[in-house]
């Protein structure tokens, strides 16, 4: 009984192992959707040459990295994108009549969406019924680095995946878009408060709160958009609604 015991504990240290190996593969290749070779990945993940080819080919045989040209390369395959697809269908899908409910309530614009690499990424959207309103489009959004979006889900990292992600030199795109250090600052008051701002540091004229979503399928943020104008005299009923949004979201759906 003892040695059968062992044996089961050494598997199973083994499997973990190879899922480790294999998610860190997976994610060197996310981060280089034109591919790279055996040799690249396995200077990349610090694992010997025929660990790497060994791996590659199950992740190849279930369709999640793909062979590139003649090359010998691999990048990323369907599969992957059926899952990512499959996931965002399911949050969309669970979060619409939030969204809807939220915009209703203040007639504003509302957004669900993720992060992809630097930017987010707008999966769902309730464009207000208003003679001036705020309209964007649905798929690649705006930079994380100056948007409510963009912090809520920063706030979301560890510090030194933060630090990996984010340039030492920002860009501008209005007077009050933060460097990098006020930029770090605001996130670390969102992982306090929940509650993720942006006034005027992407668009001016154009504010925008938001909270972060942890969820079993992934983190994901909501906020709202809307002029700047509109802003004040509404701003903590909309965070407190936001707040209860995330709640009762993440008692449902929540890790």
């Not at 619409?96 to 993720?114: C, G, I, K, M, W």
Request: proline share 4%; aromatic share 6%; hydrophobic share 40%.
């Amino acid at each position: 009984m003892g040695q059968q015991i062992k044996d089961g504990g050494e598997d199973s240290r083994q499997g973990i192992q190879v899922v480790a190996r294999s998610a860190d593969i997976l994610r060197l290749l996310g981060e280089n959707p034109d591919g790279l070779s055996l040799a690249e990945i396995a200077k990349g993940v610090e694992l010997p040459r025929s660990t790497v080819q060994r791996i590659v080919c199950a992740l190849q045989a279930e369709y999640f990295v793909e062979s590139v040209g003649g090359s010998g390369g691999v990048r990323l395959g369907a599969a992957i994108g059926k899952l990512f697809y499959k996931t965002q269908k399911d949050i969309v899908h669970i979060t619409r009549p939030y969204l809807e409910a939220l915009s209703n309530q203040f007639s504003e614009s509302v957004y669900l969406a993720t992060r992809v690499d630097q930017r987010t990424n707008v999966l769902d959207r309730v464009i207000a019924e208003h003679a001036l309103r705020v309209v964007f489009p649905v798929g690649d959004g705006t930079p994380v680095f100056n948007t409510a979006a963009g912090k809520s889900l920063l706030a979301e990292m560890s510090p030194q995946e933060r630090e990996a992600l984010l340039d030492d030199e920002l860009p501008a795109f209005t007077e009050r878009s933060p460097d990098r250090d006020e930029l770090l600052a605001q996130v670390e008051e969102v992982s306090r408060t929940g509650i993720a701002r942006d006034f005027d540091e992407y668009e001016v004229g154009i504010s925008a709160i938001g909270v972060s979503l942890k969820t079993y399928l992934g983190v994901f943020c909501v906020g709202i958009v809307l002029p700047s104008a509109r802003l004040p005299k509404a701003l903590d009923d909309m965070e407190n609604a936001l707040l209860k949004l995330k709640r009762e979201i993440e008692a449902q759906i929540g890790c």
